[in-house]
Structures are given as C-alpha cells and as structure tokens.
Nanobody, 125 residues
C-alpha cells in the first residue's frame, strides 16, 4: 500500500486542522489505517486508528474527544480531524497501514510496514 499524507500546517492553540491520507496500490478491506506522530526528541506515538472494514476506531487517551479518525471508501482516503489543538500536539504526523492487526499490536509502530511521508503540524500558544 502506498500512502500520501497531507494537510499539516501552522495553527493557533484551540484551532483545527484536518489531515488526509490517500491510499493506493491494492485492496485493503482487511487493513488497519493509523495515524502516528513524532515530536522532536520523542519517540513515535500512536494517535488514532481504524479498521477499514468498519470494525472499530481507536484513540490515544491524549486525543480522545478532540480528534476524530474517519475514512472515505470511494476516495480510499483516511482523515484525521483535529480540534481544540494544543501546543503539545505539535509533531510530524504519519499515516500507516497494515493488514489484520490485533488490538494488542495496533498501537505499535513496529507493526507497520507501509508509511506515508509525514506532514508537519505546528500549534502555537
């Protein structure tokens, strides 16, 4: 699966951004599509994920209630709507994809072989 992430930018605290991840290359009905982020000097961390076949959505505690992950089947695109942004949300955001992950491995970067190129989100205070 090839992934193309976009939508990052500079926003003030309290603002919103929507990230997009366009997928191509094969059918991925059994895939998990996920957003990770990596801040300077920190490890890559799980943000949100969903099962393409509609089996569920998952969120990091730090973004629950503020971020929403969704998909558009026709466009083969996954979105991350980010509201009430905070300076600590500043990071490079990556989309990733992998088939048939179970919950215990879904949040681990090492579970994914397919990654988008990353898009920078900067939240000013």
């Amino acid at each position: 699966v090839q992934l193309q992430a976009s939508g990052g930018g500079l926003v003030q605290a309290g603002g919103s951004l929507r990230l997009s991840c366009a997928a191509s290359g094969r059918t991925f009905s059994d895939y998990v599509m996920t957003w990770f982020r990596q801040a300077p000097g920190k490890e890559r961390e799980f943000v949100a994920g969903l099962r393409w076949n509609g089996g569920g959505t998952y969120y990091a505690e730090s973004v629950k209630g503020r971020f929403t992950i969704s998909r558009d089947n026709a466009k083969k695109t996954v979105y991350l709507q980010m509201n009430s942004l905070k300076p600590e949300d500043t990071a490079v955001y990556y989309c990733a994809a992998a088939p048939r992950l179970i919950l215990s491995t879904l949040k681990l970067p090492s579970s994914y072989n397919d990654w988008g190129q990353g898009t920078l989100v900067t939240v000013s205070s």
